[in-house]
């Protein structure tokens, strides 16, 4: 992606409709809806799970390009907005058997808001976290009751970041759907979202095996010129139907983020008593991300007896344009990170831009058979042709070009009524992070990776209702990030294998659990390592991550339901030497619901308490750069259906 995550998260903490036929804010849950411990977001703003779509084993479904939209290959330049999507959900281990062509690093599946047969006016206010305010409007109208409907949406932000940045966002969705019967749907959509005044969080590197000395958080100490302004846009259309007994499924997407400025601010050389030696800001004006995808897939299902066979048949293919480059990169000098050092803005200067353009086709075949009380058995072969040019106005590069054969295969097995073991082996092409901004080739992406993943595991249906999962996991890539001159390239080869473990499902009556954890055991290796330029544990890992949500309706007052989440992970990597870590720590979030009705019509109060103990920790980038975590933060959500 090429927009600063955290502007996006915070974007992103919007509310819209839970399902076509409730479409009520009033109803969203992660918790009660989550199958698993694996990831789930319900329109954005609950997120629950180990995994999100930019973190599962240790790396990102984003980044590697294994996004879909209503299950067809989706290449997303930019991040989505809730006015358009109902919700995420991360496929990985065995729930990822229903997909014919599987991911190494997982799926991240977003969903369509869909309207219903009813007329639905949904408001949302929130106030905070870090005194942010936004307001939301969602609207579904059926055209001719539920064959022809209309969704749209606006939400206007100030939020607040932990840093003490106070961006202002807009986001505005509209789509319609048309379906005249169980045998077609089509649903085109278009959905932008304008970012201005996003001040730069200060990135802080040290200048030895240390932590940044402790700095005030939620307050600004960055520069006030140092920010950004972007434009995001997606638009498309799904269509799904059948026809003579094939099931077919047409998405055609594009995707475009377009950067009117951006700034980084930059600390190097930081002391332990948190003096910097430099400051350096890189600003760029006029990039640009953009990307036309899409995915035909046909399929054909044959019933033999118990046993249900399809046979899919899928083309896919991007064509992906980036300009970027050409920064000013301006050095401010000696600087601090705890105290405010605001600056003047300077005259920036701008140099020529570098164009690369990224062309691929891929042809898929799977077999995929289900077998009533037995198990089920996929198995696919991919084809894909990868071109990658770049325009560089400095240095010739030449083209990059791979033509791999892909396959996967993956099965699972009903031991017993309610245990099933699982278990498969992929391979994939996939996308590389882009060079960060403190690379001497900043914004540079490295040709297509090849990848490969296996795992393995068991699934207990404990109870109707509860479910738990305890699965094995290798993955393999190529390695990048900064040498010692600064340039992000390869450095080796990396390999996370670990023991991911789920419970979820209603534990007693109106008390819902989710309990992830996932142990990691990351390892570099190359020619980099055995000459001990860098550790064997990639930045910013760790072994340990546990999260559990819990949910409790009361039950002598059932409109007030109590929430609560724990989250902790163990010591992480902090350098590429790994000769120093960041020590472990747990946060604890609280919160509650409140139903009521006023004039027949559902209202939901939200409150909620993140991190409640203001408990104090580094976050660390792969490049090498800290930024504390957020501190104590309240939220107060009003949300109502009219």
């Not at 590697?64 to 930019?78: I, K, P, T, V, Y």
């Not at 408001?123 to 539920?146: C, F, H, M, R």
């Not at 990048?480 to 390239?489: H, P, W």
Request: net charge positive; charged share 20%; proline share 5%.
């Amino acid at each position: 992606m090429h927009i600063r995550l955290s502007n996006m998260i915070f974007c992103a903490l919007a509310l819209a409709f839970a399902n076509p036929a409730n479409a009520q804010r009033t109803d969203n849950n992660a918790v009660t809806s989550a199958d698993d411990a694996f990831g789930k977001t319900v329109v954005g703003d609950e997120q629950i799970g180990i995994y999100n779509p930019d973190d599962v084993r240790g790396f990102s479904p984003v980044s590697a390009g294994n996004l879909r939209l209503e299950g067809l290959f989706f290449d997303q330049q930019s991040y989505l907005t809730d006015r358009l999507i109902d919700g995420s959900t991360i496929h990985v281990g065995i729930s990822a058997q229903g997909y014919p062509f599987p991911a190494p690093t997982g799926i991240a599946d977003y969903s369509l808001r869909k309207p219903g047969d009813k007329f639905v006016a949904s408001i949302g206010l929130n106030y905070g976290p870090w005194y942010g305010k936004s307001a939301e409007l969602d609207v579904q109208v059926p055209i001719t009751g539920s064959q022809l409907g209309l969704i749209a949406g606006a939400g206007l932000y100030r939020e607040g970041n932990p840093w003490g940045g106070s961006p202002k966002t807009e986001s505005y969705a509209i789509s319609v759907r048309y379906e005249p019967g169980p045998t077609f749907s089509l649903q085109p959509f278009w959905s932008q979202i304008d970012v201005r005044e996003d001040e730069s969080q200060p990135l802080i590197f040290t200048s030895g095996d240390f932590l940044p000395a402790r700095i005030p958080r939620s307050r600004f100490l960055g520069q006030k010129w140092a920010d950004s302004e972007a434009k995001l846009n997606t638009f498309g259309v799904v269509s799904k139907g059948k026809a003579i007994g094939f099931d077919l499924a047409l998405g055609v997407f594009r995707s475009t983020f377009k950067g009117i400025m951006d700034h980084v601010d930059l600390l190097f050389g930081v002391d332990p008593a948190g003096a910097a030696s430099d400051r350096v800001v890189v600003a760029d004006r006029a990039n640009f991300f953009g990307s036309t995808s899409g995915e035909l897939k046909v399929s054909r299902n044959f019933i033999d007896g118990p046993r249900r066979h399809t046979i899919h048949a899928t083309v896919r293919g991007r064509s992906l344009s980036r300009r970027y480059g050409g920064s000013d990169v301006i050095q401010l000098g000696p600087s601090s990170t705890i105290l405010e050092d605001f600056r003047n803005a300077p005259v920036e200067t701008f140099g020529a831009k570098t164009r690369d353009h990224v062309k691929q086709t891929t042809l898929g075949l799977g077999y995929e058979m289900r077998w009533l009380e037995v198990g089920e058995l996929n198995l696919g072969i991919q084809k894909t042709r990868y071109t990658k040019q770049v325009d560089d106005s400095v240095v010739v590069v030449p083209a990059t070009k791979d033509s791999p054969v892909l396959f996967s295969a993956t099965a699972a097995v009903h031991l017993f009524k309610n245990i099933a073991l699982y278990g498969g082996y992929t391979r994939g092409l996939e996308e590389s992070d882009v060079a960060p901004v403190n690379a001497v080739n900043r914004n540079e992406a490295p040709p297509a990776i090849r990848t490969q993943q296996k795992d393995f595991g068991v699934r207990w249906s404990i109870s109707p209702g509860v479910s738990a999962v305890l699965g094995y996991f290798d993955v393999r890539k190529p390695y990048y990030n900064l040498d010692t001159v600064s340039r992000f390239r390869r450095l080796g080869s990396v390999r996370n294998r670990g023991l991911e473990f789920s419970l979820s499902g209603q534990i007693a009556q109106g008390v819902n659990l989710v309990v992830g954890s996932v142990y990691l055991d990351a390892q570099v290796s190359g020619e980099e390592v055995d000459l001990g330029l860098i550790g064997k544990k990639p930045v910013g890992t760790f072994k340990l991550h546990n999260v559990a949500n819990l949910n409790w309706n009361l039950p002598w007052h059932k409109p007030l339901t109590l929430t609560a989440r724990f989250e902790s992970t163990s010591n992480r990597t902090a350098n590429a030497a790994n000769t120093f870590v960041i020590p472990a720590r747990s946060v604890t979030s609280l919160g509650a619901r409140y139903r009521l009705t006023i004039g027949g019509k559902p209202i939901l109060i939200r409150g909620s308490v993140d991190n409640i103990f203001n408990k104090f920790g580094w976050n660390v980038g792969g490049s090498g750069f800290f930024v504390p975590n957020g501190s104590r933060r309240y939220s107060l959500t009003l949300a109502t259906d009219l």
